[in-house]
């Protein structure tokens, strides 16, 4: 398992940019899938991008896709969410999650390790 804590979050206007960041700590991570997931208030979690151990996969939602970009980089242990063109209907807690398996995986139930969320809220 990873423990992750996630960084980067705010508030700022339609058409702007965020890039958050995932600290992790323990020695699986390199060897580890990794996501980003958000949750709107009063919505079910969803998946927003996911990158496998070496970062040679990626995944995106639909609705993130060609403005979101995932990275990583094991010699940071970290792991990244670059926002552009954000929109009002972007603004959630956006969760880091870690898996125990190396593959990207899109579905939540993949995930064994989540940091604690941070928030991104995008004004119109």
């Known amino acids: 398992q990873v423990q992750l804590r996630e960084s980067g979050g705010g508030s700022v206007q339609a058409g702007g940019s965020l890039r958050l960041s995932c600290a992790a700590s323990?020695?699986?991570?390199?060897?580890?899938?990794m996501g980003w997931f958000r949750q709107a208030t009063g919505k079910a979690r969803e998946f927003v991008a996911a990158i496998n151990w070496s970062g040679g996969s990626t995944y995106y939602s639909e609705s993130v896709k060609g403005r979101f970009t995932i990275s990583r980089d094991n010699a940071k242990n970290s792991v990244y969410l670059q926002m552009n063109s954000l929109k009002p209907e972007d603004t959630a807690v956006y969760y880091c999650?870690?898996?125990?398996?190396?593959?990207?995986?899109?579905?939540?139930?993949?995930?064994?390790?989540w940091g604690q969320g941070t928030q991104v809220t995008v004004s119109s």
């Open positions: 999650a870690g898996s125990a398996y190396s593959p990207a995986f899109t579905q939540t139930w993949r995930y064994d390790s």
């Open positions: 323990g020695r699986t991570f390199s060897s580890s899938g």
